[in-house]
């Protein structure tokens, strides 16, 4: 019974029927703490967590949100690491919702905390993933790093495939602000790569603060590609590359013709700006 009614809560909340799958909630919340059912418990509770903050009771919430992670706390080995605590996907799920619901709250620390336990722990739970990475892109909005937040960003719409509350209003306003920071040439770039990247490499990327040596816009290009697309980076005119690479002129502007058409770029800026975001070691420098 109570996994038909969460089912139930699940599609009245992804079919916007919020307040039906709140309905549904508290008569089961009310019936399971008349149980023994804690496990039961702390996912129903997790699910209302996330229909109060589509509805906008953030605090209703959050409250919600900490009593079902507290109930798992309890029944978890706290010898054990956060990322064995949390191995399971209903578990991931709750960390997924505490993550979102403490940057609404402003509680940067936290959301770190269960983002780093989501993107280590050996279960892999999709949409707590993609929540991840879009808790991600916020922090890195509010770091004042627009180029990885619009990246990150671009990655998390890229991979989600559910209606998200968090997602869908968290996001709008961190592209929004990060393009009008950086200007649409460099937004476009980053946002074009986070595109490319696989759901791995943006959990990599995310840890580590570091783009993977082995993007597949990397491997599209040539070796000579590469260099051409170097040395625009520098500031260098086609008619210093040429004598640079001892090429001609006609065949500098070849090269750039098809790097423009392989990664989808409509000037030189872009592809001076792509060089540089995806330079390796370019993160590493800059910390």
């Known amino acids: 019974m109570t996994a038909a009614q969460t089912s139930v809560m699940v599609a009245l909340g992804l079919n916007y029927d919020v307040a039906g799958g709140l309905m549904v909630g508290a008569g089961l919340i009310d019936r399971l703490r008349l149980t023994n059912r ?3 418990l702390g996912r129903v509770l997790n699910l209302q967590a996330w229909l109060l903050s589509a509805s906008g009771d953030i605090d209703g919430a959050y409250r919600a949100i900490t009593e079902a ?4 706390e309890a029944l978890a080995d706290q010898t054990a690491p956060m990322s064995v605590r949390f ?3 209903w578990a991931t799920g709750m960390l997924q919702t505490g993550a979102q619901l403490a940057i609404l709250r402003g509680d940067d ?3 770190t905390e269960y983002m780093t336990t989501i993107l280590t722990t050996r ?3 999709h949409n707590a993933v993609v ?6 892109a916020v922090l890195a909005a509010r770091e004042g790093d627009n180029e990885r937040a619009l990246l990150l960003a671009a990655g998390a719409i890229r991979w989600g495939h559910q209606n998200d509350y968090f997602r869908d209003t968290q996001l709008e306003a961190v592209i929004r602000t990060a393009r009008h920071a950086v200007g649409s040439a460099k937004a476009q770039i980053a946002t074009k790569l986070g595109r490319t990247l696989t ?3 943006l959990k990599i990327y995310t840890l580590t603060n570091a783009l993977p040596a082995s993007n597949e816009q990397h491997e599209v290009l040539t070796a000579r590609e590469h260099q051409v697309a170097l040395q625009v980076a520098r500031g260098l005119t086609n008619a210093q590359i040429a004598m640079r690479l001892a090429i001609s002129q006609r065949t500098v502007a070849s090269h750039l013709a098809r790097i423009r058409s392989k990664l989808d770029l409509n000037s030189r800026v872009e592809v001076a700006l792509w060089t540089e975001l995806t330079r390796p070691g370019k993160r590493d420098e800059q910390a």
């Open 87 to 89: 191995a399971n996907e």
């Open 123 to 125: 279960i892999y739970h």
């Open 69 to 72: 992670i507290s109930m798992h």
């Open 38 to 40: 804690p496990g039961a």
């Open 199 to 201: 759901i791995s490499q």
């Open 109 to 111: 620390v936290t959301a």
């Open 131 to 136: 929540g991840a990475l879009a808790c991600a």
